[in-house]
């Protein structure tokens, strides 16, 4: 898997695994204020994840045809278009927000309202923006870490993004309660689905908690910068996994 990938997997896996206590042997990360109050919303995630989205997206990956989740997979990206859109433009970058706008016209008519992706075999690559990126590239520090109940992991500023995000969301436009809530239900249970074989990943780790927080800030400095963070923002030794060695004995 590649790295921008792994990070992916795991931040959006934040809903599995957790621990409302500080585990033994962990130490405060004194970049996480909130720590013990992100611990608990960590938890209770886990316990609705376990009980409801996760059994959920087991049967929707089990009962329906891989070609069909593919359709709704590409139909989803291509409804959620204008948030990447609309940031790439606020962050002038002018030939990826050309580049998406072609995207989203091609995939629209030829691919039949999304349904499809002719785009992509057009060299046409997709981008991933939002606001909390572009604020990010205007300078602004992301603050403390947090875990949103029913959201995941975030941080203050990718919390003012998703605000942001909204009045370029197109759902956020539809009328009808049915078509918007199912909608967001669907990319609930599509995206879950999508990280099924990703699950054992946390599940093995010592603290799953402290793995998605590094993975989740990794993550976002890596799309901050486009996939070349400066060194001192991205850290290998993150994601070292194992417990801390005890002291030697006297």
């Given at each position: 898997?590649?790295?921008?990938?792994?990070?992916?997997?795991?931040?959006?896996?934040s809903?599995?695994?957790?621990?409302?206590?500080?585990?033994?042997?962990i130490?405060?990360?004194?970049?996480?204020r909130?720590?013990?109050?992100?611990?608990?919303?960590?938890?209770?995630?886990?316990?609705?994840?376990?009980?409801?989205?996760?059994?959920?997206?087991?049967v929707?990956?089990?009962?329906?045809?891989?070609?069909?989740?593919?359709?709704?997979?590409?139909?989803?990206?291509?409804?959620?278009?204008?948030?990447?859109?609309?940031?790439?433009?606020l962050?002038?970058?002018?030939?990826?927000?050309?580049?998406?706008?072609?995207?989203?016209?091609?995939?629209?008519?030829?691919?039949?309202?999304?349904?499809?992706?002719?785009?992509?075999?057009?060299?046409?690559?997709?981008?991933?923006?939002d606001?909390?990126?572009?604020?990010?590239?205007w300078?602004?520090p992301?603050?403390?870490?947090?875990?949103?109940?029913?959201?995941?992991?975030?941080?203050?500023?990718?919390?003012?993004?998703?605000v942001?995000?909204?009045?370029?969301?197109?759902?956020?436009?539809?009328?009808?309660p049915?078509?918007?809530?199912?909608?967001a239900?669907?990319?609930?249970?599509?995206?879950?689905?999508?990280?099924?074989?990703?699950?054992?990943?946390?599940?093995?780790?010592?603290?799953?908690?402290?793995?998605?927080?590094?993975?989740y800030r990794?993550?976002?400095?890596?799309?901050?910068?486009?996939?070349?963070?400066?060194?001192?923002?991205f850290?290998?030794?993150?994601f070292?996994d194992?417990?801390?060695?005890p002291a030697?004995?006297?």
């Open positions: 898997m590649k790295r921008g990938s792994l990070f992916l997997s795991l931040a959006l896996l809903t599995l695994g957790g621990c409302a206590s500080i585990p033994q042997g130490q405060h990360d004194q970049d996480d909130f720590e013990r109050f992100n611990r608990s919303v960590y938890k209770f995630n886990d316990v609705l994840d376990r009980a409801v989205a996760r059994p959920v997206a087991v929707y990956a089990t009962v329906t045809p891989r070609p069909i989740r593919t359709g709704v997979t590409n139909f989803l990206s291509n409804l959620s278009s204008p948030v990447t859109i609309v940031n790439q433009l962050q002038g970058k002018v030939k990826a927000f050309g580049t998406d706008t072609a995207r989203l016209v091609v995939n629209t008519t030829v691919g039949i309202g999304g349904l499809f992706d002719p785009a992509t075999k057009m060299g046409l690559v997709k981008g991933d923006e606001f909390g990126q572009t604020m990010g590239r300078g602004m992301p603050g403390p870490f947090l875990v949103l109940p029913l959201l995941g992991p975030s941080n203050i500023r990718d919390t003012v993004g998703r942001g995000d909204q009045f370029t969301e197109p759902r956020s436009y539809v009328n009808e049915w078509v918007k809530y199912g909608l239900g669907l990319d609930l249970v599509d995206k879950r689905a999508s990280l099924l074989e990703a699950d054992g990943v946390l599940r093995r780790s010592f603290d799953p908690y402290g793995f998605v927080r590094n993975a990794q993550r976002r400095q890596f799309q901050v910068y486009d996939g070349n963070p400066p060194d001192e923002h850290d290998e030794e993150n070292d194992d417990p801390p060695a030697p004995a006297n």
